[in-house]
C-alpha cells in the first residue's frame, strides 16, 4: 500500500475530516522527515511506511483533545510530532514549536517554510527561551516525566488552559507523582491505526485556587 493510500485509510479510521490538500500537505512534510533523517537523525524509523502510522497518524489522534484551543505549544518537538501535523491540519491555530536540539529546530525552521506554514514559528532552547509564549494547551510527545512536563511549563499556561500529554502505555507511575496543584481531567487509550503499540493521552489541569 503507498503512503497516500495508507493516509487515507488511517484518517478515515480516525474519523477526522482532513480534505486531500491537507492529507498531500501531511505527505509532503513526511517526505522532508524521510529526506533531513538521513543527515540529522530526526527520528529512528528507517521504513518509510511506518512513518505514516508512527509520525502521521499518532500525531493526528491529537486533534479531538484540542478543538477549542487557539494556540498551542509542542514541548521537545523534535521532528515536529505533534506539532506540524496539527498546524497543517489546524492553519487557524498559532502554534509554537520549542526543541533545545538546534539540528532539529533547523529541520523545522525549514518544514515551516518549504510546507508554507504560516501560523507556526520555532523556538530553538529550552523551555526557559520560551518565556514570552502563552498557550492554551501545552502538548508533547514522549518528552518527560508528567511531573517534569508540568513544572517546567507551568508558567507558559494561559489561564483556563490544559496540558496534553501524549504517552506510550498508561503511565500511573508518572500520574503518581505529579505536584499537587494539578488535576488529572482524563487519561484515554488512543487507538492509532496500523500502529500495533500503546497509546494514551493525559490530560492536565491546574487545581482551581
Known amino acids: 500500500m503507498n503512503q497516500a493510500q495508507q493516509l487515507r485509510d488511517g ?17 509532503d512534510y513526511a517526505a522532508l522527515l524521510q ?4 543527515t540529522y537523525n530526526l527520528t529512528a524509523l528507517r521504513d518509510p511506511a511506518q512513518t505514516v502510522s508512527h509520525h502521521l497518524l499518532d ?7 484540542i478543538e477549542h484551543a487557539q494556540t498551542m505549544l509542542d514541548v521537545g518537538s ?23 536540539n538546534t539540528k532539529k529546530t533547523a529541520f523545522l525552521q525549514q518544514a515551516v517554510i518549504e510546507l508554507d506554514l504560516k501560523n507556526v514559528r520555532v523556538i530553538s532552547g529550552r523551555v526557559e527561551a520560551a518565556a514570552d509564549c502563552r498557550a492554551d494547551v501545552i502538548t508533547s510527545r514522549a518528552f518527560a516525566e508528567l511531573a517534569d512536563f508540568v513544572n ?3 508558567h507558559l499556561l494561559k489561564d ?8 506510550g502505555v498508561y503511565p500511573q507511575e508518572e500520574i503518581d507523582k505529579l505536584p499537587e496543584s ?11 491505526p496500523q500502529l500495533n503499540a500503546e497509546r ?3 490530560i492536565i489541569r491546574k487545581k482551581a485556587v
Open 11 to 27: 484518517v478515515q479510521a480516525l474519523g477526522l475530516d482532513i480534505d486531500d490538500a491537507k492529507q498531500a500537505k501531511l505527505l
Open 35 to 38: 529526506k533531513w533523517n538521513k
Open 59 to 65: 500525531s493526528l489522534t491529537l486533534l479531538p483533545y
Open 78 to 100: 523534535g521532528g515536529g510530532q505533534p506539532g506540524i501535523p496539527t498546524a497543517i491540519c489546524r492553519p487557524d491555530l498559532d502554534i509554537t514549536l520549542l526543541d533545545a
Open 152 to 154: 517546567w511549563t507551568e
Open 160 to 167: 483556563g488552559g490544559y496540558w496534553a500529554a501524549m504517552k
Open 182 to 192: 494539578v488535576t488529572v481531567e482524563k487519561v484515554e487509550a488512543l487507538h492509532v
Open 200 to 202: 494514551h493521552i493525559v
